[in-house]
C-alpha cells in the first residue's frame, strides 16, 4: 500500500494539464459568448449616435418631382437621383426590394438573375409596375445588398441625412415565393450599410413589424390613417414616424390621432410637384 504522502496532487497526474487547460478553453469560450453582443444589441449601438427626425416639423412627400419647399416644412424626402432641400433634414428614397419602372431595362441587361421570376417571367407589383427583387438565396441577398449599398453611399455623399427603404414588404406581393425571413434578412444587410454611411434608416410599410429588430430607426407610414394602422407604427417608433397619406379621411384620422406628435402630409398619389399638399 503506498503511503499517501508519497501521492502527488491532481494537477501532476498523466493528463490533468490537458484536461485543465481544456477546462479553462471552455470556461472562457462560455463567458465570451455570455458577454458578446446580440445582433438586435449590436444594431442598436451602430444606430446609437445617428441623427433622429425633427418630428416637431411638417414633411413633404416630393417622389414625383421636386418643388419649392414651403417654410413650415422642415423633413423633405425626395429621390435619391434629386438633390436634397437646402435647410431641411433631407431624406433620401430608394426602392430596396424592387425596381424603378424606369429601370427595367438596366435590370434585365446587367442583373438578370436577381430578379424574382415565375416560370421565367418577372413577378410584378402591378400596382407601380415594378419587379420585385429575388431575396430566397444568401448570395442573391449579398449582390442585391451591394448594390442598394452603393445608392446609399450616393445619398450619404450627396449630403442627405436619412434614408427611406422602400417595400419591405414586397413578399406579400411575391406570389407566395418570397417569405418574411427572406424580407427580414435582406433589411438587416441594408440597414447595416447605411448606419455605416452615416444615415439613420426607415422602415417603409410592413405595420406591426418591429423593424428595429433588424436595426430600422424609423418609419415611412403610407396610408396608415387610411388602413388604421398608425398605433402599430406608433408602438415601435414613437414620435419617429412620418405619415403620408393619399385620401382625405384616412389624412383627417391620422392628424387627429397621431398630428401632435408626427410630421403628417396629404398628397395626390402621383405625388406630383404641383399637386395637393396639405399639413396637420
Not at 69 to 80: A, F, H
Not at 124 to 151: C, M, S, Y
Not at 251 to 265: D, I, K, L, Q
Request: charged residues 30%; glycine residues 8%; aromatic residues 8%.
Amino acid at each position: 500500500m503506498t503511503p499517501v504522502s508519497s501521492v502527488g496532487s491532481a494537477s501532476d497526474l498523466p493528463g490533468m494539464s490537458m484536461l485543465r487547460g481544456i477546462l479553462s478553453a471552455a470556461l472562457a469560450i462560455v463567458v465570451l459568448a455570455t458577454l458578446a453582443p446580440t445582433d438586435d444589441a449590436r444594431d442598436a449601438a451602430s444606430s446609437g449616435d445617428l441623427a433622429t427626425l425633427p418630428s416637431e416639423r411638417d414633411v413633404d412627400y416630393q417622389l414625383g418631382g421636386v418643388r419649392e419647399v414651403p417654410g413650415r416644412v422642415g423633413i423633405v424626402v425626395r429621390d435619391r437621383r434629386a438633390a436634397p432641400a437646402e435647410g431641411a433634414f433631407n431624406v433620401c428614397y430608394v426602392n430596396a426590394f424592387q425596381t424603378q419602372p424606369q429601370a427595367r431595362r438596366w435590370w434585365r441587361r446587367h442583373h438578370w438573375g436577381l430578379i424574382l421570376k415565375r416560370d421565367g417571367r418577372p413577378v410584378v407589383d402591378e400596382v407601380w409596375g415594378e419587379w420585385l427583387f429575388d431575396l430566397r438565396q444568401q448570395r442573391k441577398r449579398a449582390r442585391l445588398a451591394a448594390i442598394v449599398a452603393g445608392w446609399t453611399q450616393d445619398c450619404a455623399t450627396d449630403g442627405f441625412d436619412a434614408v427611406e427603404f422602400d417595400n419591405l414588404d414586397s413578399f406579400t406581393r411575391s406570389r407566395g415565393l418570397l417569405r418574411r425571413r427572406h424580407a427580414r434578412a435582406f433589411a438587416r444587410l441594408i440597414v447595416a450599410d447605411a448606419h455605416d454611411a452615416g444615415l439613420p434608416a426607415g422602415q417603409k410599410n410592413l405595420a406591426g413589424f418591429d423593424g428595429t429588430k433588424v436595426g430600422y430607426d424609423f418609419a415611412v407610414s403610407e396610408e396608415c390613417g387610411q388602413w388604421r394602422e398608425c398605433r402599430a407604427y406608433s408602438k415601435v417608433y414613437g414620435d419617429q414616424v412620418i405619415a403620408i397619406e393619399y385620401r382625405k379621411r384616412g389624412f383627417r384620422r391620422v392628424c387627429r390621432t397621431h398630428g401632435e406628435r408626427w410630421p403628417v402630409v396629404l398628397r395626390d398619389r402621383a405625388l406630383a410637384p404641383d399637386g395637393r399638399r396639405r399639413f396637420c
